[in-house]
């Protein structure tokens, strides 16, 4: 019985010290400022680059940023990155202190839509991302991350 109760105290133990050093392990980006509805993007272009590069992989999803602005969409603050070939990607953003920080984990999902026509942008329904209509083909990924993107 000592031993049952010695090895369930150290199991306890052990997943109390892995979550709290998972959760003060987790760093997060701070993208951007929240000022009297103006926003400051503190992450440089390239960066934002190699981050998708890195997440998205060498695929036909690589692209150019042509912009990077922070927009509000049904009501949550996104990182929205255009593409020179028509690509748009929202990085969803969560506001801490007028702080716009990255969003990871299981909620946070940053969807691509590529496309080679007008059209073909990310669009919300309560059964999640889709990218409208395009004038010609239109692709749509949809990632979770753990980790920040742009580390």
Same mark, same amino acid.
């Given at each position: ?6 090895? %369930? $105290?150290? /199991?306890? $133990?052990?997943?109390? /010290?892995?979550?709290?050093? =998972?959760?003060t ?5 701070q993208? =951007?400022?929240v ?22 992989g060498p ?9 990077v ?10 990182l ?5 070939t ?6 969803? %953003? ?6 716009l920080v990255?969003?990871i984990?299981a909620? =946070?999902q940053?969807?691509? +839509? =590529?496309? !080679?026509?007008?059209?073909c942008?990310?669009? %919300? ?5 889709? +990218? ?5 083909? +239109?692709? !749509?990924?949809?990632?979770v ?7």
């Open positions: 019985m000592k031993t049952i109760i010695t090895s %369930l $105290l150290t /199991a306890m $133990l052990t997943i109390v /010290a892995v979550s709290g050093h =998972a959760q392990g987790l760093t997060v980006s993208v =951007a400022t000022k009297n509805g103006d926003h400051q993007i503190f992450i440089p272009t390239d960066k934002i680059q190699t981050g998708l590069n890195k997440l998205f695929s036909k999803h690589d692209f150019t940023i042509k912009s602005s922070v927009i509000t969409y049904e009501d949550n603050f996104f929205e990155v255009l593409g020179v028509n690509e748009t990607c929202l990085i969803p %953003l969560t506001e801490k202190d007028g702080k990255e969003t984990g909620g =946070a940053i969807v691509m +839509c =590529a496309g !080679k026509g007008d059209g942008k990310p669009q %919300l329904t309560e059964k999640g991302w889709y +990218c409208s209509d395009s004038t010609e083909e +239109c692709e !749509k990924s949809v990632t991350t753990d980790h920040s993107i742009f580390e």
